[in-house]
């Protein structure tokens, strides 16, 4: 009897450990994310940094802190339109745990000569992994990564379609597997020229 019951936690704990997330947990996960955006849009830190869990980023959590207090996050002003945060996801290498991309970006509306395309003044890029507890039914993000310097912008934005695979290529996997679908592709930043990095 001691073998049986051996046998069957064994393969009870087998099959919790190499158990996927369903798209209705993934769909947890991008409820959470949102409604993290949404409280920086609100400039309301102490909701985002405990829904993010942001309390072992040490290094910019001061700088993050005040950026979510920026105006420029919800008013219209100058050249730029209003700031605008989108969340995209990408796989990682372990199991059920992801690569989360918050990026807030003001879209110019002017053109620069020759260009078709428009660019884009980044506030801040925050990417986190984020995972869904099976046990805890909970989101657990970590390795929060703040980037606000002009190069770090400059250098996670060509990651994103100067590597494979590119921006299209992750996120479909995400839309395949789990029916995200994720913003259009973040556009070039203002300054970014074929001389940078």
């Known amino acids: 009897m001691k073998r049986y019951l051996c046998l069957y936690v064994l393969f009870c704990v087998h099959f919790v450990q190499g158990q996927e997330i369903s798209r209705k ?3 947890k996960i991008v409820d959470e994310t949102w409604k ?20 072992a980023m040490n290094d910019n959590k001061e700088t993050f802190k ?18 605008f945060v989108f969340p995209y996801y990408e796989m990682t290498n372990q199991p059920n745990e992801f690569r989360v991309n918050i990026f807030a970006e003001k879209g110019l509306k002017e053109k620069n000569n020759g260009e078709k395309f428009s660019r884009a003044r980044y506030l801040f890029v925050l990417t986190a992994i984020v995972t869904y507890d099976l046990d805890k039914g909970s ?29 299209n290529e992750k996120t479909k996997i995400i839309y395949d597997k789990f029916g995200f679908v994720p913003p259009p592709p973040p556009a070039p930043p203002e300054n970014l020229n074929n001389t940078n990095d």
């Open 139 to 167: 989101v657990v993000y970590k390795e929060h990564q703040l980037l606000t310097g002009e190069k770090d912008i400059h250098r996670w934005w060509l990651s994103q379609f100067h590597q494979h695979p590119n921006y």
């Open 66 to 83: 005040s950026m979510t207090k920026d105006p420029e996050l919800y008013e219209v002003s100058g050249a730029y339109t209003k700031a």
């Open 25 to 27: 947990e993934f769909q």
């Open 36 to 55: 993290a955006i949404h409280y920086i849009n609100k400039s309301e830190y102490a909701t985002v940094e405990s829904i993010l869990q942001l309390g």
